[in-house]
């Protein structure tokens, strides 16, 4: 029988993975980065990218993290944490370069259905290997019955992005 069985959302909760702050960094800058975030910031953000976050702002963030794991082991849920990471070793791809970001979301990129974990592919390049902190709690899962399959991951190479775009305006038509 597979460890892993998720078929609603209010059976109650056995066990769950809760990610890690520890080493979180500012993304490197890449347009879909940029996009998300207001103009000033990018501009911020491309200047202290590869950075780790300042502690003032990893403190509160982590204390409430602790808080949550604490109340749900409480609720005797098994609580399971991904490996940290150093997120400003640099990777990549032949289409690009990064550093990473964080590990604090893992339902960002993994789904659960049934028995089975989908790895989902990340739009960040930063993001694009963040499961890879979790590949130890994967293999046990998968080795003790659970399913694991992994999306095609897109390449984010620059040509993927228009350099000038602007959202339409409220009732401006979308050229197609």
């Known amino acids: 029988m597979s460890p892993v069985n998720s078929h609603n959302e209010w059976d109650p909760l056995e ?12 993304p490197s800058s890449h347009p879909v980065v940029a996009c998300n975030i207001p ?14 976050y300042p502690q003032r702002l990893i403190e509160p963030a982590q204390q409430e993290l ?21 997120h400003k070793h640099r990777f990549g791809t032949p289409d690009w370069q990064s550093r990473g970001f964080c590990n604090s979301c893992p339902r ?3 789904l659960v259905v049934g028995d089975e974990i989908i790895e989902t592919p990340m739009a960040w390049p930063c993001r694009c290997f963040e499961t ?14 659970a399913r694991w399959t992994a999306a095609p991951r897109p390449q984010l ?20």
């Open 39 to 52: 103009t000033w910031a990018a501009r911020l953000q491309g200047l202290a990218a590869g950075f780790e």
């Open 157 to 176: 190479t620059e040509a993927l992005y228009e350099k000038d775009f602007r959202p339409p305006e409220e009732g401006e038509r979308c050229a197609t």
């Open 15 to 26: 066990e769950i993975i809760v990610g890690r702050l520890e080493g979180a960094t500012i």
């Open 132 to 145: 890879h902190s979790y590949r130890e709690l994967l293999k046990d899962y998968f080795r003790r019955g």
């Open 108 to 110: 960002d990129s993994m």
């Open 66 to 86: 602790d808080q949550f794991i604490a109340l749900l082991q409480s609720l005797d849920v098994t609580v399971r944490r991904p490996a940290a990471v150093d």
